[in-house]
């Protein structure tokens, strides 16, 4: 039963997460006013929050549930699932940041700004298409080392 649950969890956040990822990217666009700004901070907020909770439910199901660590530790595709993650994860850093000095300047983002923050969730988006597939084929069994 906690394999189940674990499962549920661990999809639901990811869901979750791909959500506010384009929520993100829906909202930073050029013109944007106080009020976007605003509401991009709290959405990037939940960003990490689920971000986080995705690493702590991805790891105790790889630990704690039906297969165990032996079968992920030896799959490439949890690798490079894990990978992607990671470099996702390093990838919203930069737009983080701009939308904490934005809300701190009290002020609206340039174009340039816009264009910049655009570019990094792009390539997120980009690269978080492929944790679905590295996600299929680790637990169909490919991936085997």
């Known amino acids: 039963m ?18 506010i990822l384009f929520a993100e990217f829906i909202l930073v666009r050029r013109g944007m006013d106080w009020q976007a700004v605003k509401r991009l901070g709290l959405i990037d907020i939940w960003y990490g929050v689920l971000a986080g909770l995705i690493i702590a439910v991805g790891f105790s199901r790889a ?6 660590w032996a079968y992920y530790s030896h799959n490439a595709f949890f690798w490079a699932k894990i990978g992607t993650f990671v470099v996702v994860g390093l990838l919203s850093v930069p737009p983080t940041i701009d939308y904490i000095n934005w809300r701190r300047a009290k002020t609206v983002p340039s174009d340039a700004q816009v264009g910049r923050a655009q570019r990094f969730l792009w390539i997120e988006l980009a690269l978080f298409a492929l944790l679905p597939a590295f996600a299929a084929a680790m637990a169909r069994g490919y991936g085997e080392m």
Not at 2 to 19: E, K, Q, R
Not at 63 to 68: D, N
């Open 63 to 68: 630990v704690f549930a039906a297969k165990g």
């Open 2 to 19: 906690l394999d189940l649950w674990l499962a549920i969890a661990h999809h639901l956040l990811v869901f979750s997460i791909f959500g």
